[in-house]
Structure formats: C-alpha cells, structure tokens
C-alpha cells in the first residue's frame, strides 16, 4: 500500500513510520505546519509544532530512506481546532482540542489529500488498535488515545493505520533507540499543544477579554466572589475560585453549574457533582450503523477516567441519551462521551462517541 505517514517529530510517530516501511509499504513521511509563527525550540515537554520538531521529523525521515514534506495547515488549525477552543470555552464548556484536530485535520483535511494524491491509508503515531476495522484501547493504558479517536467515523478507521498500539510506549523508545533514530528519548508533549506556556487561563483571557459574573453559592444563592469570566472555570474544579471563607459546614465547594450568558459560575458540595444522565449531540457511531435500539456499554467521558455502566439510547434527531447506571462526577459540556462495550472479553473496543451537550443529576 501507499501509506502516508504523518510526523510530528516525536519518537511514536516516528516509530510508527519505521514499523510501515518494515512491513513493506510505500512510505512518505509528513509533517504539518501548524503554528503561523512557530518557534525554533520546544519548552521541554511543552507544544509542539517548533522548528525543531519539523526538523526532528525530517532527520527521522531520512534515518528511514523516505521522501519527506511539510505541509502548512496552519490557517485551518486555527480556525478548525484553536477558535473553537476558545469560543467553547467563552460558552461555558470544558472543550478538549485533541478530539477536534484528529476529527477535522489529521482524519480529515490530511486523509482527504492524501487519499487525492493516491494514498492508500494515513499511519499516525496514536496509541490505539484497529481489529477488522473496529477502533480498541492500546495495549498501553496509560497511553491509550481511543478515547481521543473515537470521533472518527467507519470510513475515517477504513484508512487509518495505528502501527505503534500493540506496544507499550518504554518499548516503543526502546525501538527507536535500536532504530538509530535520534528521538528515543525525546520527552513527550503535554498538555495542550498551542499553548507552550501551560497558562490557558491566560491564553484563553487574551483571546475572549474580561466578562465580568458572579460565584454563587447553589444552596444560598449568595454571592461569593466575582471574576473576570467563565472561561476561567469548568465543572468540578475546587481551586482558584476566588473565594475567601470557607463554608458554613467546613466542606469544600466545587464548581457545580457555569451559565456563559448571565456568567454566573455555581459552586456547591461533592455531592451536587453527582450525575445520572448525559445528553450528546454530533454522535458517531463506530461500526457505520446506528443501531435500532438501546445498547449496553461503559461510557468514559474524561480523557483519562470518569467511566461507568450506562445505556446508550439513539434518538430520532440524530443526538443521545445515556443513562448511567452509577454517578459520575466531573461531566463537562464540550467534552466527548465515549462508548466503549460492557463486557470484559471487548471492554477495549469503541462502539461510539457524542459531544456532551448537557448532564442531569
């Protein structure tokens, strides 16, 4: 096959386009330009889409004796991944970037020009397996991308290649050591890759402003501090809520409620944090077929954790219901619900996802 491999300069990427020339396909490494100013150096561990990590990707390239290109994805980067993270944010959700850039750049604008140019599949350095078409947790579950990937819909996986997710990730830089590639010990990227400095309560204020709104208590209805807006907060963070006295019971407060029109934020006890039902809309459906009824499945709506029995409902509009069959704490809007099958034997394979639009206690 004609396979493109997309690279960001980072030791799995890497590895995953070695293990594609291996395994006897026509290779040509990529890698995408997605900064409109993008500095010479990383910060340690911190962004991604530096000079250097474009010139790590060629030397990798050349290690691999394949043709090697940039190609600049800036503008749709920033309109398709970092305006929408700050605009969900400005509208009270807890948006996750990584899921819009696999959903509308690296599955999407990538795939289509490569499938234009004669590719046959994209191989990426995901940590996640493919099993006759079927997208599955890496054997590595503290690097498992699944939950990331599962935006991706039947036609999306029919061209993706995971090559890197049946190993775990110290094997992986005990490859590319074995390899000569000279990322083996380069430290992964953190956080969110657009913003180096870690501060996205900075980055997001230079972006939407000052919205001035009250902190509430939910069970007085008091008022308990102001800010300079909601996209400071999400649901179920416990610091930096700028309040001074502890409440009257001694307990924590948490942030239960964020309303982006009024900008109200709601804090309250653990226990408001409790939800039962989760509505999602922009639903995908794994196996290309929405199923006629309700289906039994473990929902993971965190990136990493906050998992639960639940029953997933398919609804006439094209949105979701699931309904949870033990609390979960921590449910933002904007972030994916994850479906993953209920028993044991395929507890590793997604069966569909949806973006949370709204939870219920």
Known sequence: MRVLAAMSGGVDSAVAAARAVEAGHDVVGVHLALSTAPGALRTGSRGCCSREDADDARRAADMLGIPFYVWDFADRFKEDVIDEFV?????????????????????????????????????????????????????????????????????????????????????????????????????????????????????????IGIRPGAVVDATTGDTLAEHEGVHGFTIGQRKGLGIEAPAADGQPRYVTGIDAESGTVTVGPADDLDIRSISANRVVWTSGETPDSPVECVVQVRAHGGLAQAVASPLADGTMRIDLREPLRGVARGQAAVLYAPDAANGDRVIGCGRITASHA
């Open 87 to 207: 605009a969900a944010y400005a509208a009270g959700e807890t948006p996750n970037p990584c899921l819009s850039c696999n959903e509308k750049i690296k599955f999407s604008a990538l795939a289509e020009r490569a499938v234009a140019l004669g590719f046959d599949a994209l191989a990426t350095g995901h940590y996640a397996r493919l099993h006759d078409g079927e997208l599955r947790r890496a054997v590595d579950e503290d690097k498992d991308q699944s939950y990331v990937l599962a935006v991706l819909d039947h036609e999306q996986l029919s061209r993706a290649m995971f090559p890197i997710g049946d190993t775990p990730k110290p094997q992986i830089r005990e490859e590319a050591e074995r390899r000569g590639l000279a990322v083996a010990n380069k430290p992964d990227s953190h956080d969110i890759c657009f913003i180096p400095s870690g501060d996205t309560r900075a980055f997001l204020g230079a972006r």
